[in-house]
């Protein structure tokens, strides 16, 4: 039976995200939402974001709660903070102490930990993590809290070869209550013009977790619903700039948009540039793909700015491989085409004339 899926959601600090506040309260299916509140110094200090648009303020934290059945205050560092926490006592203590305040205060569920640059971490760097997150779960756990950490998209020996201080199996002990695994940013290794994250990117990050996180509910996929925008060729090739759905429909070609089979997203170009988009087709897809490979957490990057969110239920036909569906007529085809653009150059290359789903 197929999962039914569970969504989580990260709200970005400041813009191009501020629109954030008012996409949560919609009406969407949120089960958790996870605000970026708090920064982590390389000196190993928290500071709380309270300036800007979705920082942290009582009224924020609350529009929050009530809109989501978990919450998870995300913390944004570098390695270097955590080994400054590892390597003191006190600042370690004072960390701890002011997470739980947070927690106790805002009624929310847990902690997130982003700590990337993964590829740069030295051996060292690496068992600084392990402890830090090792102690600070025991602490969260002692007071009824969560933890959760994010880690790099794995999804082969090769991938793993670019991440040696980091291997999903060292957190299987570790007292880690949800470990996401950030299946998306491959266009910096394919080059641009290539997706965020294919149907089988998603399905390789799934397989590779299997083995090493016994737990499926501990696993949380993360799934892109952002695009981005880069040059074709030369030295940049490798190299894009995220954008939001707002950002990218202002972007020159956005209506000549297709489909790409790989990923679902929207792809296209324009003079040197590359471009690529998601909407909620992408993201239904990007679901189902995961649901199908056995797990059902999802951790969607990221609210605001108009970005696509799953509208469907695992359940729901739109979702199926092979769906039957009648043909639309003229205006109602015109109609999506106004709201999703691109719908009816995807719609006229996936079935015939009869509504017949062509694959």
């Known amino acids: 039976m197929t999962p039914v899926p569970h969504i989580q959601a990260w ?43 979705n920082s942290y303020s009582a009224a924020n934290a609350a529009l929050i709660k009530a809109h989501s059945k978990q919450q998870f205050v995300t913390i944004s560092g570098s390695i270097a903070g955590i080994t400054a926490l590892n390597t003191s006592k006190a600042l370690m203590t004072t960390s701890t102490s002011i997470l739980v305040a947070f927690l106790t205060t805002t009624g929310f569920t847990g902690v997130e930990w982003d700590i990337e640059g993964f590829s740069d971490w030295t051996p060292a760097q690496y068992g600084d993590y392990k402890a830090v997150m090792a102690a600070m779960g025991q602490v969260l756990h002692t007071h009824g809290f969560q933890l959760m950490i994010d880690g790099p998209a794995i999804i082969n020996p090769t991938y793993q070869g670019y991440y040696l201080n980091f291997r999903y199996e060292d957190f299987e002990k570790l007292p880690i209550d949800k470990i996401v695994i950030m299946c998306y940013d491959f266009q910096n ?84 540039k590359s471009y690529s988009y998601s909407d909620s087709t992408t993201l239904n897809l990007k679901v189902q793909t995961v649901l199908s490979a056995g797990y059902s957490q999802m951790s969607i990057w990221h609210l605001g700015g108009g970005n696509a969110y799953p509208t469907q239920s695992a359940q729901s036909p739109a979702l199926s491989p092979t769906p039957e569906v009648a043909t639309p007529s003229d205006s109602t085809l015109d109609a999506f085409n106004t709201a999703y653009p691109g719908f009816a150059s995807w719609y006229a290359e996936h079935f015939d004339a009869q509504g017949k789903y062509l694959g």
């Open 11 to 53: 709200i970005y600090p400041g813009p191009p995200s501020c629109s954030a506040s008012t996409e949560l309260a919609d009406g969407r299916t949120i089960d958790t939402l996870k605000p970026g509140y708090y920064n982590l110094s390389d000196t190993g200090a928290l500071t709380q974001i309270t300036s800007g648009c």
């Open 189 to 272: 290794d394919n080059g641009n013009g290539t997706p965020v994250a294919t149907l089988s990117d998603l399905t390789g990050c799934c397989q590779w977790m299997k083995p090493r996180i016994s737990d499926p509910g501990r696993v949380v996929i993360g799934v892109n619903s952002y695009g981005y925008h880069g040059e074709t060729s030369g030295p940049a090739a490798y190299t894009s700039t995220a954008d939001t759905y707002q950002q990218s429909m202002k972007y020159p070609g956005f209506s000549t948009a297709r489909r790409d089979a790989s990923s679902g997203e929207m792809l296209w170009s324009s003079g040197d």
